[in-house]
């Protein structure tokens, strides 16, 4: 921090925190730390055809393939735990399933 007060944050937070110059940004003392963080942008929603679209209502820079693709990325990330059937079972029920030969599951299908 400088004399006057002034923080500078570095760049690598900046660009992962999707900063850019003259962002507006809320400045908070919790809990014994400074907490800094970006202004949610103001939206109006307006229909374009059958949807409904949140336009910002002043200008702002356009999404860049980056940010989209860091976007996507996150996304597919916290999708990706994968539970087995015997996961959800045990999740649903007290016993686990019973363990079936491929002859007995043939069996029960043509049923």
Not at 79 to 103: G, N, Q, W, Y
């Amino acid at each position: 921090m400088d004399r006057a007060g002034r923080l500078v944050i570095p760049k690598e937070i900046r660009r992962e925190a999707r900063l850019a110059p003259g962002a507006l940004l809320e400045v908070r003392w919790r809990d014994g730390r400074i907490e800094i963080e970006a202004v949610p942008v103001a939206v109006q929603l307006r229909r374009r055809g059958r949807l409904l679209v949140a336009v910002p209502r002043t200008k702002i820079a356009p999404l860049t393939l980056e940010i989209v693709d860091q976007t996507r990325r996150g996304i597919v990330a916290r999708r990706a735990v994968r539970f087995s059937s015997e996961d959800i079972h045990r999740a649903l029920f007290a016993k686990a399933p019973r363990k079936r030969t491929l002859r007995e599951l043939k069996e029960r299908a043509q049923r």
